[in-house]
């Protein structure tokens, strides 16, 4: 991104702030000179660590805050009592104008509440969602919800699929992503009503997307799909149980290594193979997730992850940014909403009315 930008960071939120969201800051300065960040926090804690780092300096504006949002507060309790918190500040900086996109890697539950209240959602999105990466087989898919909404009916599915597409196209850089509902089977009359019917609307719709209808838990791993669609209950059962399953084998392989000199010796040679392999598993690499649906760009990190995790969230962050997701998806929404108000209008054809009649 070559234009001049200005992004929002919550500089308070995460399990090892301030520190590790400066130096995230300061990882993607070097990536996007043009940047320009908005901190919002404690200035007495800030300011040292600006101090040291004056290339970083130059590129950031302290707004004092002293409210901090914990990871244990209840949505419905951050949004009474932390309005003038360092997450609120910083998206209400995107609401007003002051910064393209904001970032935050503190509490996921704070984070949705205050941003659908202060930038609301994008017209025809009745939920936003949380859409990230996943590793693949074939590279990367996408996958969305991630934990936002526990329960969803079918139109809510349907404009996960709209927005994953778009999200897709952005991000792989696809001409036209594959997208797929996630199910317990891929038979039509597997799932949930919600799911039948949103499969339904989809395969009847005439937006420019490969509907490749239901996929299995499987399918996110070989890349069977370029997007899953799934309710948020469901997608961060996933999500959490592949971050767990990779930590797994990642302690095996340690206790593997260890169990014997032959096996540290084989190490030397295996190395440069599981390096690799590791790099491409690397949570850091897939780190950033964001929140679609929503009046503005808004980027969650987790809230764990190191300097390098946090700088990737602000990548996704230019990302959404240059490409003008929004638009994209607002674009979409409007041909399918046309479509629909169409297709109540037009009178069902006589043999159809019918049978519809009869039954």
Not at 43 to 52: N, S, V
Not at 319 to 336: C, F, P, S, V
């Amino acid at each position: 991104m070559s234009a001049a930008f200005t992004l929002s960071l919550d500089a308070m939120g995460g399990d090892y702030a301030p520190e590790i969201v400066l130096k995230g800051a300061a990882i993607a300065r070097v990536r996007y000179p043009t940047a320009h960040f908005l901190l919002f926090g404690d200035e007495a804690r800030l300011k040292p660590l600006l101090d040291a780092d004056t290339a970083l300096a130059a590129a950031c504006t302290v707004r004092h805050t002293e409210q901090v949002i914990s990871g244990e507060m209840k949505p419905s309790q951050a949004i009474r009592q932390g309005r003038q918190s360092s997450m609120w500040k910083s998206i209400e900086a995107v609401k007003n104008g002051e910064a393209a996109g904001v970032v935050s890697a503190g509490n996921t539950g704070a984070l949705m509440a205050m941003a659908k209240i202060i930038m609301r959602p994008l017209p025809g999105i009745d939920r936003p969602a949380i859409c990230s990466l996943f590793p693949t087989r074939l590279g990367e898919t996408v996958m969305l919800d991630l934990g936002a909404n526990a329960e969803c009916d079918a139109q809510n599915l349907v404009q996960f699929a709209i927005m994953g597409e778009c999200f897709a196209r952005a991000i792989l850089g696809l001409e036209r992503p594959s997208v797929g509902l996630l199910n317990i089977g891929s038979e039509d009359v597997k799932g949930t009503g919600a799911l039948r019917e949103a499969s339904q609307i989809l395969r009847s719709t005439h937006l420019d997307l490969e509907f490749k209808g239901f996929i299995e838990g499987d399918d996110i791993a070989m890349g069977t799909v370029d997007v899953v669609v799934t309710d948020g209950f469901t997608g961060n059962v996933a999500l959490k149980t592949a971050e767990g399953t990779a930590k797994l084998f990642g302690e095996f392989l340690k206790v593997a290594i260890r169990s014997s000199w032959l096996a540290k010796f084989g190490m030397l040679f295996a190395k440069p193979v599981l390096s690799q392999v590791m790099a491409r598993t690397d949570a850091r690499r897939y780190n950033g997730a964001l929140f679609v649906g929503l009046n503005g760009v808004v980027v969650k990190s987790h809230g764990g992850t190191d300097a390098v995790g946090f700088a990737n969230a602000i990548g996704v962050a230019v990302d959404m940014i240059a490409r003008d997701l929004n638009r994209q998806i607002g674009e979409e929404l409007a041909h399918m909403a046309a479509e629909q108000a169409q297709m109540q209008q037009t009178p069902p054809e006589p043999a159809l009315a019918a049978e519809a009649a009869s039954q």
